[in-house]
C-alpha cells in the first residue's frame, strides 16, 4: 500500500492550493480517504473525510467553506482543494486511507 500526497508548498494569506495524494495496492474505490494535518507542537487533527464514493463529506470547524475534499476513483485519487488560507493551516498534510498514511507534504501559509 502507498501513498503519496503532493502539493504543498508556501502561499501567502488569502491564497490556495490543492493537494494531491495518488494511492495504490488497495481497491482504492472501496475506502474512505481521509486528510489530516499536524502543525508544529500540535496533534495531528482531521481536516477532511470523504466517502468510497465521494457522496459523504465532512470537514473540521476551521476549515469549513474554505477547503473542499474530492476523489476521481478512476485516477485513484483524492484531492484537497484549499482556498482563503490563513497563516494557522501552516502544517504537514497527510492523507490517510486503508490503515495507511501517506509521507505528508508541508503547507507554509506566510507573507
Known amino acids: 500500500v502507498q501513498l503519496v500526497e503532493s502539493g504543498g508548498g508556501l502561499v501567502q494569506p488569502g491564497g490556495s492550493l490543492r493537494l494531491s495524494c495518488v494511492a495504490s495496492?488497495?481497491?482504492?474505490?472501496?475506502?474512505?480517504m481521509n486528510w489530516y494535518r499536524q502543525a508544529p507542537g500540535k496533534e495531528r487533527e482531521l481536516v477532511a473525510a470523504i466517502s468510497y464514493n465521494g457522496g459523504t463529506t465532512t470537514y473540521a470547524d476551521s476549515v469549513k467553506g474554505r477547503f473542499t475534499i474530492s476523489r476521481d476513483n478512476v485516477k485513484n485519487t483524492v484531492y484537497l482543494q484549499m482556498n482563503s488560507l490563513k497563516p494557522e493551516d501552516t502544517a504537514v498534510y497527510y492523507c490517510n486511507g486503508y490503515n495507511s498514511w501517506g509521507q505528508g507534504t508541508q503547507v507554509t501559509v506566510s507573507s
Open positions: 495496492g488497495f481497491t482504492f474505490s472501496r475506502y474512505a
